[in-house]
């Protein structure tokens, strides 16, 4: 896995290479001490994971990640707890808080390398079906795609909100391994505890998100999924 570390300061640099030593399935392919130098790096090189420091002169690490339309796995490594909220919000792997161990550095690569060789061995299947099944209330629930308006993310459980019932399902399951089963041309993730359905949408504003029962907030670390909604990308 080829990462990039970001961070103004050349001891935080040489401390990230350093660790990341241990660490032989990651190679360093580029060290930068700001977002514009990591931008031309990106450019240049296959990037599949960023370690980014947050406060830095310019524009900084939470900028920079938000700016990015196809975006590496996110490590952010920073003095500042925060901003852990935010970070989170851009769905980044991990968020640590400086001085690091070593041992909860190494935890935070291989939850990225993990995700890395998830990512890698999942391969979409063509299919013609409409529906889906979840574990729900000790049954196997069959739910059509059409009936689903959006999907909030609860920790390990998410609640699946059907147009047609006001009872919502909740299952045992992550947000992340339920969107992989639904169709990517209809299913959008708006935030990091939200899957809307696009064809239940009515409106779009800055930060809200307006479906037939309800509006859902529109975070603006997924604001380039917009684009994609509308056609635009």
């Given amino acids: 896995m080829r990462c990039l570390i970001?961070?103004?300061?050349?001891?935080?640099?040489?401390?990230?290479?350093?660790?990341?030593?241990?660490?032989?399935?990651?190679?360093?392919?580029?060290?930068?001490?700001?977002a514009g130098e990591a931008i031309i790096a990106m450019q240049k090189e296959q990037i599949d994971l960023i370690f980014s420091d947050i406060y830095m002169p310019g524009i900084n690490g939470l900028q920079l990640i938000r700016s990015l339309t196809q975006k590496p796995m996110v490590i952010f490594v920073t003095a500042y707890e925060k901003f852990a909220l935010e970070g989170f919000e851009l769905d980044v792997v991990d968020y640590l808080v400086k001085p690091v161990p070593l041992d909860r550095f190494l935890k935070a690569c291989h939850k990225a390398l993990d995700l890395y060789e998830l990512r890698r061995s999942y391969v979409p299947q063509p299919t013609t079906k409409n529906y889906f099944f979840l574990h729900a209330d000790y049954n196997l629930v069959k739910i059509s795609f059409d009936q689903v308006e959006y999907i909030e993310g609860l920790k390990d459980y998410i609640k699946v909100h059907l147009i047609n019932q006001q009872k919502p399902v909740l299952s045992r399951i992550s947000l992340k391994a339920i969107e992989l089963q639904l169709p990517p041309d209809q299913f959008f993730r708006v935030h990091k505890s939200y899957l809307v359905n696009l064809d239940h949408v009515s409106q779009m504003r800055r930060a809200r998100i307006k479906l037939i029962n309800t509006e859902i907030p529109l975070s603006d670390g997924y604001r380039d999924v917009i684009n994609r909604m509308i056609g635009k990308v």
């Fill in 6 to 34: 970001i961070d103004d300061e050349p001891l935080a640099l040489d401390l990230l290479e350093d660790n990341l030593k241990h660490v032989n399935t990651i190679q360093v392919v580029a060290r930068c001490r700001n």
